[in-house]
């Protein structure tokens, strides 16, 4: 064909198929954007039309294809790079970390606690005080000295 004419309406066209219209014409393509479409109802506010560059805008933010091995690969990468993502890492280890610190200090210090530890991975439901210091429960009168474990 010598001349491509697409027209261009709003959310009736993906930007994969508005590529290919406008690349089949020898001679030249053109697009033709409707502002409005007649069988809608036309809105009482003029402000509220969409003009020909947010229908433009919208028509190449419309994705209709699947998305190739290397963006798949490309968005998985940025979304684990992300802070976001970091932060939820950094606390997981940061529990295990703390959840080893505590078991290796009730094996260190068995008359810490009355059960033997075994309450500790239970909310530490040891009778006494949350010691608002090293975050553990202690038992009245016994004091948590240099726990390890923050």
């Not at 200090?105 to 309450?119: K, W, Y």
Request: aromatic fraction near 6%.
């Amino acid at each position: 064909m010598d001349t491509g004419h697409t027209v261009v309406t709003q959310g009736r066209l993906t930007r994969e198929l508005l590529y290919v219209s406008m690349t089949r014409g020898k001679v030249g393509n053109r697009a033709y954007v409707s502002e409005n479409d007649p069988l809608d109802d036309e809105p009482m506010d003029p402000a509220l039309r969409a003009s020909w560059r947010q229908i433009l805008g919208e028509v190449l933010a419309a994705e209709g294809a699947e998305r190739t091995a290397h963006e798949i690969r490309e968005a998985e990468q940025s979304r684990e790079d992300s802070l976001e993502n970091l932060s939820v890492e950094y606390d997981y280890l940061a529990q295990i970390a703390s959840s080893e610190d505590l078991a290796q200090f009730l094996d260190a210090n068995p008359d810490f606690s009355s059960d033997g530890g075994r309450c500790a991975g239970a909310g530490f439901c040891r009778p006494g005080g949350l010691n608002p210091i090293w975050g553990v429960t202690e038992r009245p009168g016994v004091a948590a000295r240099g726990a390890g474990f923050h």
